[in-house]
């Protein structure tokens, strides 16, 4: 098992829905996850982060946390072709002066016209 | 406030050889953790650095090294080059803080080196 899993997709959405990404994580002591965006050919940009339960919302952008379904989501409201691009989800383990942070493969995004 | 920087930013070199990447961190940021990303595999860890010390690495051979300045800078080096070891090096760097500081604590990425091994 995967310690952070997403479906490589891609994920097709007309312009204007809704874009639901999803992320499971395999470790419980898990404390912050964290997605990132990254085009074609460049690095990775972060999005937003969450690390309670309950969703947290930026602008179009809302991220979910479940930690008891060890599940993390980010949800893209009106969607633009430039949102088209890779979601990294990443997750975060901290503990004492121990941080390690694991990525998934990424979700690739098709925000169609 | 710059970003991350990283030099240089494209690399061709042939089997054998060895090569040094460079990671500049954002003022203030004192650990630099870098990540190989190819297509398959997506990002995988190599290595965080903080205060000049190793704090973690990845499942990556001896081949992979690196090292950290006082100033944060960070290099990496990648020796006996093979032709799998051609991707993108990304450096990211946070201030890696304690407590609920640490948890929340982000990194920002570098625009990455594309290292391509003939």
């Known amino acids: 098992q995967k310690e952070v899993e997403q479906n490589s997709g891609p994920l097709s959405v007309p312009e204007g829905a809704i874009a639901s990404l999803n992320c499971t994580y395999s470790?419980?002591?898990?404390?912050?996850f964290f997605w990132y965006r990254q085009y074609s050919g460049k690095s990775p940009e972060l999005i937003m982060f969450i690390y309670s339960n309950g969703d947290k919302e930026d602008g179009r952008f809302t991220a979910q946390l479940n930690k008891a379904s060890q599940y993390v989501s980010l949800l893209i409201r009106d969607s633009q072709p430039s949102d088209s691009a890779t979601y990294l989800c990443a997750v975060k383990k901290t503990s004492g002066g121990y941080q390690k942070v694991t990525f998934g493969i990424g979700t690739k995004l098709q925000v169609i016209p | 406030k710059a970003g991350v920087t990283q030099t240089p930013r494209y690399l061709i070199k042939t089997r054998g050889q060895q090569v040094t990447l460079s990671c500049s961190p954002i003022?203030?940021?004192?650990?630099v953790s870098w990540y190989q990303q190819t297509p398959g595999q997506g990002l995988q860890f190599l290595f965080e650095?903080?205060?000049?010390?190793?704090?973690n690495k990845g499942n990556f051979p001896g081949r992979f090294s690196g090292r950290q300045f006082s100033n944060s800078r960070s290099e990496m080096n990648v020796s006996t080059l093979e032709l799998g070891d051609s991707a993108l090096y990304l450096c990211?760097?946070?201030?890696?803080?304690?407590?609920?500081?640490?948890?929340?604590?982000?990194?920002?990425f570098g625009p990455g080196t594309r290292l391509t091994v003939l």
């Open positions: 470790d419980r002591g898990s404390q912050s």
């Open positions: 003022s203030g940021h004192r650990s």
């Open positions: 990211a760097s946070s201030t890696r803080g304690s407590g609920l500081a640490g948890i929340t604590d982000t990194q920002y």
């Open positions: 650095y903080f205060s000049e010390t190793q704090r």
